[in-house]
C-alpha cells in the first residue's frame, strides 16, 4: 500500500450518479484515503442534481463536512446527454433519497480544485469518474496545479467496447475534447475504463447483507448496488451489483488489484461513428503508417487492462461496513 501511515490526498471529482455515490461512500471510509474536496459536473444527471446528491451521499456516509462544489453545466462543445435511463431520474436510482440539508460551497469547481490542490501539502490525487470538463477547464486555467498534483486515476475510455456507443465510452464521449486535454496534463495518468469497470461485480448475498445494516451509510451502499444490474450478466444473481466507479478509488489504495500497461491513448475527436473513442495502442511495433508519414507525439497512459475482481470486492466491502455508527 501507498504512503503507509499517512493517508493519500485525494479529490473527487464526479457526476453522482449511482456508482459515483459508491465510490464517494468508499472515499470517505477508506482510512488511507484524506477526501479534501469533491467537484461536481453534468453527466448522469443536470449539473445541480449532481450537487445535490452529492452533498445527500456525503450526510448519509457521515462525512458531511467535505466541501463540494458545483462546476461545468455543459460539456466543451458537445450539448449535455444524461444518463437517466441508468441512474433514475434523479440520478441515483429513484431510491428516494432525502433533500441535503447543507449547501454546497460558495466557489465553483474549479477554484475549489485550485484552492485544495495548492493547499495540500502532499501532492493530490486526482479521481474523476465524470466527463473530464472540469477538469480540462482547471488545466487550462491554472496550469500550475500540476506542480501539486501526484497522479490523475480516471474512469472512462474503454481499450475495447464502449458503451455509449459502439467504441466510446460514456464519460469520454460525453466530452471528448476535455477528455483529450486531460491526456496531456503532463502528468502520470491511469486509466480505469469499461474493461475493468465492468467487471468488478459484488454477488447478491454481500448485497442483501448490506441492505440490512443499521449503519446509513452502509445500508446506502447496499441500495445503491442493488440497483445496478451486473455487467457481464452474472447469471441468477439478479441482485449482485457492479461497483462501477468505486474501482477507480480502490485502485489509488492498491494499485497492485490492476494490471496495466504504460500505452499511448488519444481520443478520436473527429465526428461520425468514432467520436469518443480512446485508441489505445498495443501494437507491438509501428506500422506502415509511422513508416511512411513518421511518428506522432502520443501521451503515454497506464492503462487498466485487467483487475483482480475478489480482491476489489473485498476492499470494497470490508471498507463500507467498517464504520458501524
Ligand atoms: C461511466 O458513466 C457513468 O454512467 C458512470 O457513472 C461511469 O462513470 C461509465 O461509462
Ligand atoms: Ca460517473
Not at 490526498?9 to 470517505?28: R, S, W
Not at 488545466?139 to 481499450?159: C, Q, S
Not at 469497470?197 to 446506502?220: E, K, N, T, Y
Amino acid at each position: 500500500m501507498p504512503n503507509a501511515g499517512q493517508p493519500i490526498p485525494v479529490i473527487v471529482d464526479c457526476d453522482t450518479g449511482v456508482d459515483d455515490a459508491l465510490a464517494l461512500l468508499f472515499a470517505v471510509r477508506h482510512p488511507g484515503l484524506d477526501l479534501r474536496a469533491v467537484t461536481c459536473v453534468a453527466g448522469n444527471t443536470d449539473v445541480d442534481g449532481v450537487v445535490r446528491n452529492t452533498l445527500t451521499v456525503l450526510e448519509q456516509a457521515g462525512a458531511p463536512d467535505i466541501p463540494v462544489a458545483r462546476g461545468a453545466a455543459l460539456p466543451l462543445i458537445e450539448p449535455a446527454r444524461s444518463a437517466r435511463h441508468v441512474h433514475g431520474d434523479d440520478g441515483m436510482g429513484d431510491i428516494g433519497l432525502p433533500a441535503p440539508t447543507r449547501a454546497p460551497a460558495d466557489v465553483d469547481a474549479v477554484t475549489l480544485l485550485r484552492r485544495e490542490i495548492l493547499a495540500s501539502p502532499r501532492p493530490v490525487t486526482l479521481i474523476p469518474t465524470a466527463p473530464l470538463t472540469n477538469i480540462a477547464l482547471l488545466l487550462r486555467t491554472h496550469p500550475e496545479v500540476t506542480r501539486n498534483i501526484e497522479r490523475i486515476v480516471f474512469m472512462g475510455g474503454a481499450v475495447a467496447c464502449g458503451n455509449a456507443t459502439p467504441v466510446a465510452e460514456f464519460n469520454v464521449w460525453h466530452d471528448p475534447e476535455a477528455a483529450a486535454i486531460l491526456l496531456t496534463a503532463g502528468v502520470p495518468i491511469t486509466m480505469y475504463g469499461l474493461d475493468v469497470f465492468q467487471r468488478v461485480v459484488v454477488p447478491g448475498a454481500d448485497v442483501r447483507r448490506l441492505r440490512a445494516s443499521a449503519d446509513p451509510g452502509a445500508r446506502l451502499a447496499g441500495d445503491l448496488l442493488s440497483h445496478r444490474p451486473a455487467t457481464p450478466d452474472v447469471g441468477a444473481d439478479s441482485e449482485a451489483g457492479g461497483i462501477g466507479d468505486a474501482g477507480a478509488v480502490c485502485t489509488v489504495v492498491d494499485p497492485a488489484g490492476i494490471t496495466t500497461r504504460l500505452l499511448p491513448v488519444e481520443v478520436s475527436l473527429a465526428p461520425g461513428p468514432t467520436r469518443g473513442q480512446t485508441i489505445v495502442d498495443r501494437r507491438p511495433r509501428f506500422g506502415e503508417s509511422e513508416l511512411h508519414t513518421g511518428t506522432r507525439d502520443l501521451r503515454l497512459v497506464d492503462v487498466a487492462l485487467d483487475v483482480d475482481v475478489e480482491r476489489f470486492v473485498k476492499l470494497y466491502l470490508t471498507t463500507v461496513e467498517k464504520v458501524a455508527n
